[in-house]
């Protein structure tokens, strides 16, 4: 399967890459949570789609524990209907273990965009015969007091190192799913994928990232998603 082959090979790639202060772990859930990754991909990326969306990287409660993007575990479970024996990232954090489905600690960002799609779809298979989610790195990084730290945040030659590996799985991710919009889920999501897809014909746009870090996401994320969709031309 097409997703499967670009997946590994990103994991391949990405295992190779070495980060340095103020980075003292490195997650990366397409190796120790791979068997649900696997399933998620071949169940939902197994057909063209209209849409994808690329977020920028996992979570330390949502795909970092389940190995799906925005994966927060419940909804990962009750309403994907997927779950694994997740194993441990070598070293683990003591302030961010992985518990897998065992987690009781829920991702805001994933229980936001799966929520919605669960709200609005009623069913994955309606979901996903349109749409698919994907990220744009698949690697979660922390620092020594446990703080998240994202890619864009990476020393120069680091990140570029990183994003060589990542653009090339996006560009392959969207050969395969033929889309014909790319949504970045938030700002840097969005220009990543501007700057991976400028080759192909393809359309990029944005939605509002669901953090709870975002004002305008705690206002009601789901709406302010459907209008960004609404703007790009997205029929609901």
């Not at 020594?144 to 090339?168: F, H, I, M, Q, Y």
Request: charged share 25%.
């Amino acid at each position: 399967m097409k997703l499967v082959r670009v997946a590994r090979r990103l994991a391949a790639g990405v295992s190779g890459l070495s980060f340095g202060e103020p980075v003292t772990h490195v997650y990366n859930p397409l190796d120790y949570a791979w068997e649900t990754h696997r399933l998620y991909l071949e169940r939902y990326g197994a057909s063209p789609k209209q849409v994808v969306f690329v977020g920028m990287n996992p979570g330390p409660w949502g795909m970092a524990q389940t190995g799906v993007p925005f994966g927060e575990v419940s909804l990962v479970r009750d309403w994907l209907a997927l779950e694994t024996q997740v194993g441990r990232p070598e070293p683990e954090h003591p302030k961010r273990p992985v518990e897998g489905f065992a987690c009781r600690r829920s991702e805001v960002s994933g229980r936001r965009l799966w929520g919605w799609a669960r709200d609005r779809f009623k069913t994955p298979e309606t979901f996903f015969s349109r749409f698919f989610v994907a990220n744009y790195c698949p690697l979660s990084f922390m620092e020594a007091s446990g703080r998240n730290r994202t890619p864009d945040k990476l020393p120069a030659a680091e990140r570029e190192a990183l994003l060589v590996l990542c653009d090339r799985a996006l560009v392959a991710t969207t050969e395969a799913l033929e889309p014909a919009l790319v949504i970045g889920v938030g700002k840097w999501a969005e220009e990543r994928a501007r700057r991976a897809l400028a080759g192909l014909d393809v359309r990029i746009g944005r939605v509002l990232h669901p953090s709870p870090a975002s004002p305008l996401a705690n206002r009601g994320w789901a709406e302010r998603a459907e209008r960004d969709l609404e703007d790009l031309g997205v029929r609901l």
